[in-house]
């Protein structure tokens, strides 16, 4: 059981990049789906969530009409869109899931964690 983060980089401020979260090992598609950051001296916080039973998604306010969460179950995948980016929004980037119908905030109700990516903004 394995999830892999990919699609960090360096971007200007304005910029746009896709994350991306596949699943080996087990199926995505009814597993809740959060996207989580950490900056450097700060703690790790959740960005966007999406459900697990009817794919409802949450997002945190700093980021909310920029950043979009989706799942293609086809390719075992949940992305994160990051439009609009700032240099706010560096950090790096963890996806995690959970077998739970409903989607979750908390770090520490999810029970798989990818290695993070890293995303740097430059204003």
């Known amino acids: 059981v394995q999830l892999q983060t990919s699609g960090g980089g360096l971007v200007q401020s304005g910029g746009s990049l896709r994350l991306s979260c596949t699943a080996s090992?087990?199926?995505?598609?009814?597993?809740?789906i959060g996207w989580f950051r950490q900056a450097p001296g700060k703690e790790r916080g959740a960005v966007s969530c999406i459900s697990g039973e009817d794919d409802s998604t949450h997002y945190r306010d700093a980021v909310k009409g920029r950043f979009t969460i989706s799942r293609d179950s086809a390719r075992n995948t949940v992305y994160l869109q990051m439009n609009g980016l700032e240099p706010e929004d560096t950090a790096v980037y963890y996806c995690?899931?959970?077998?739970?119908?409903?989607?979750?905030?908390?770090?520490?109700?999810?029970?798989?964690w990818g290695q993070g990516t890293q995303v740097t903004v430059s204003s």
């Open positions: 995690a899931a959970t077998p739970r119908a409903g989607f979750t905030t908390r770090g520490d109700e999810y029970d798989y």
């Open positions: 090992g087990f199926s995505l598609e009814s597993y809740a």
